[in-house]
């Protein structure tokens, strides 16, 4: 929507309206969330940093965990009011927002940056119909009629492909399939225009047909409407072809980040080529056994000291488990990882191989080359205890 169709001076989000259009949109600097428990402070975010321009997209891809929806909300400021404290930099076209007012807030969301939530049965509101739903959030940001706000919801509907949209304007979530659902999310969070997106999950309980209609829905909004957006999922399969920068999150922290083609031409963490290896593919004959990651995430309470991935690296050395491996940039533009001992290089592999010839069991007994080394029976007896089940979320 065209700025001059929103609310009057009065409006909080009216210092955002005359932001340069050059520069990042989004500059997220040593940003940490941090909830109080009663076993001790929980590192959800722990120093994440990261900027987004205009237009492009930005994956946010790790395990259930990791932390990649509570950066998500931590940016938008959807948190707790209670045993939470945020730290760091987040700055909206060149605004500094993390102390955002209240109010300021709520002018933001919607008008300026929006999301589309992992589960819509929980986030729309299931006793109001569809239409009243779209066209409250028209209402509540645009200084327009109700009869213009039902013609802009219509079209919304629409424009994100639901069929027979009079109809669905009339009926109850409950009375739509997930998939219906989900698109009905996607045109409130788009319906007053936002310059960010959030995607926070949002193809997970959907089929795998649905699941690329959805994906491609998101592409083609963002593409007519010149939008960020930052993807969050836990499939590296689904930010493959859909997002231009890929951060790899783990523990709370960022250890790998670099554009997508770098990204997965040149990885050099372990935790990113875990990930890869763990997407199905095509290839595999029928009932093929995916490569999980052994072992589970890390206590965000209490980290293992060292590299947080180190008690399920392959490649892990003593170095790894004394010393915290910093943010490095690589040789390409655009790529940093943590990491003492690189994927992809000589020292990585002598590590692999001492590591299996001592029989460390490992999360992944896989060679950089991609030739399968033989895996420890202590592995092998850890494995069996959890089957894993393919991941129907690639693209």
Known sequence: MSPRHR?????????????PLDGALLEVRDLCTHFSTGRGVARAVDGVSFSLERGRTLGVVGESGSGKTVLARSIMGLLPKHNVTRTGSIQFEGREIIDASNDELRSLWGSQMAMVFQDPMTSLNPV??????I??????????????????????LRSVGIPEPEQRLKEYPHQMSGGMRQRVMIAVA?????????????????????????????????RERFMAMILVTHDLGVVAGRADEIAV???????????????FGQMRHPYTEALVRSIPKLSDPSHTRLQAIGGRPP??????????FSPRCPYVQARC???EPPLVESDAPGHAFRCWIPVGTPESRAALEANQQAGVASSLAVAPGGSALPVPAAQQR??????????????
């Open 382 to 395: 850890a494995a069996a205890g959890a089957e894993p089940t393919r991941n129907s979320g690639g693209a």
């Open 190 to 222: 788009i319906a007053c225009g936002p310059k960010l997106l959030f995607a926070d999950e949002p193809t997970t309980a959907l089929d795998v047909t649905v699941q690329a209609q959805i994906l491609d829905l998101l592409q083609e909004q963002q």
């Open 299 to 308: 206590d965000i309470v209490h980290p293992p000291s060292g590299c947080r």
């Open 128 to 133: 109001m119909k569809i239409g009243r739903q």
């Open 321 to 323: 488990t004394e010393e």
């Open 7 to 19: 609310k009057g001076s009065a409006d909080p989000a009216e210092r955002f309206e005359t932001a």
């Open 249 to 263: 999150m783990y523990a709370g922290r960022v250890v790998e980040k670099a554009p997508t083609r770098v990204l």
């Open 135 to 156: 066209t409250e959030v028209l209402l509540q940001h645009l200084d327009i009629s109700k009869r213009y706000a039902a013609e802009l919801a219509l079209a919304l």
